[in-house]
C-alpha cells in the first residue's frame, strides 16, 4: 500500500486537546521569545511580572490544533523520514486563552500527485466546550517518492480554497520592515519539548535516512520565529490584532542559522512576506499575514 487515497475528504474522531499556561510560556521561550533581551516578551514568557499579563504567542493556535493522543489514522506505507512539513496555516477565530480545553477534528482535504512526490493536505478544526471553533489550521507534508498515484481533493470545511492555491508573487520593491533574529545551536531541543519529538531534529541518523547530514529545526519552529517578527512589527505585540497567517517551507533551516524576515505591507489589513536565511536562501516562501 501507498498512500490511502480513502481517507480523503473523512472526518476523523474528534481528539480532546488541552493546556496549561507553562505550555504556553514553553512554547514562547522555543521560538525565540527573550532570547536575545530577556526584559522584551515578558507577557509571552511569563506568568507573574507586575503589571503585565500573561498572554499567547498567537501561532500556538497550531500546536492548539493538534490531534494528540487519538487514534492515529495511517496515511499509507512509507518511511516516516521521507516526510517533510511542506506548509502550514491558521486562522484565529478568537484570542487563545492561556489555558484551554478543545475538541480537535482533523480531515485529510487532499493528496496530490506532485510527481517526485505527494503533497497531502490536512485541515483541523478546534473548537471549545460550547462547540465554536476556535482555531482552523491548515497543514501540508510532503512525502518524498510516493508520487505518480493521482491526486485526490476534497473540499474544505470553510468552503474556503487551501490557502497554499492563492496567488502569491514578491513585491518589486525593497520590503517595508525587516526582522533578524538568530535562533540557537540548541533550539531544536527546546522546542521539542512543546510536543514534536520527531527524531529528524534531533538523531542524526535518522536525519541522515531523509538526507541531511545532520538534524533539522523544525518549520514550525522557523514559523513561530517568523510569527513574532510579524506580530510585534504589524500589531504592535498584540495577539487580538494578529488573526491569520500562511507559509510554504521552502528550505530546511539548521539551529544556530540567523532568520531574516522580509515584510511587505499589501493593503489595510494584509501583509507578504518570505523568511531567509542570513545568506539569502528563502526557507519560508508565499507567506501571507492577515491583521487589523
Not at 506505507?77 to 482533523?106: I, K, M, N, Y
Not at 520590503?175 to 521539542?192: E, G, M, S
Request: aromatic share 6%.
Amino acid at each position: 500500500m501507498a498512500l490511502d487515497h480513502e481517507l480523503v475528504g473523512v472526518p476523523g474522531e474528534p481528539v480532546p486537546r488541552s493546556w496549561e499556561a507553562t505550555d504556553a510560556l514553553l512554547y514562547a521561550l522555543g521560538v525565540g521569545a527573550g532570547a536575545e533581551d530577556p526584559q522584551r516578551e515578558l507577557a509571552f514568557t511569563t506568568e507573574n511580572t507586575e503589571g503585565v499579563a500573561q498572554r499567547v504567542l498567537p501561532t500556538f493556535a497550531v500546536l492548539a490544533a493538534q490531534a494528540r493522543g487519538g487514534p492515529r489514522r495511517r496515511l499509507g506505507d512509507f518511511d516516516p523520514a521521507r516526510l517533510v512539513h511542506a506548509e502550514q496555516a491558521f486562522r484565529l477565530h478568537r484570542p487563545l486563552p492561556v489555558a484551554g480545553s478543545v475538541s480537535v477534528t482533523s480531515t485529510v482535504t487532499a493528496m496530490l500527485d506532485k510527481g517526485r512526490g505527494a503533497l497531502v493536505r490536512t485541515e483541523s478544526v478546534a473548537t471549545d466546550a460550547d462547540g465554536r471553533p476556535l482555531v482552523t489550521a491548515s497543514s501540508g507534508a510532503f512525502i518524498m517518492g510516493e508520487g505518480g498515484a493521482g491526486s485526490v481533493s476534497a473540499e474544505r470545511s470553510d468552503g474556503r480554497p487551501s490557502p497554499g492555491d492563492e496567488p502569491w508573487s514578491r513585491p518589486d520593491r525593497e520590503p517595508d520592515h525587516r526582522v533578524v533574529y538568530r535562533t540557537r545551536p540548541d533550539q531544536a531541543l527546546l522546542y521539542r519539548l512543546s510536543g514534536d519529538r520527531n527524531p529528524l531534529h534531533s538523531d542524526p541518523a535518522f536525519a541522515a535516512r531523509g538526507g541531511f547530514d545532520r538534524p533539522i529545526l523544525h518549520g514550525l519552529c522557523t514559523y513561530g520565529f517568523t510569527g513574532r517578527a510579524l506580530l510585534h512589527t504589524l500589531c504592535d505585540s498584540d495577539p487580538e490584532r494578529f488573526h491569520a497567517m500562511y507559509g510554504r517551507f521552502s528550505r530546511p533551516v539548521f539551529p544556530g542559522d540567523v532568520l531574516v524576515v522580509n515584510l511587505w505591507r499589501d493593503g489595510e489589513n494584509r501583509a507578504l512576506f518570505q523568511t531567509q536565511t542570513e545568506d539569502g536562501t528563502v526557507v519560508i516562501d508565499r507567506g501571507v499575514v492577515h491583521h487589523s
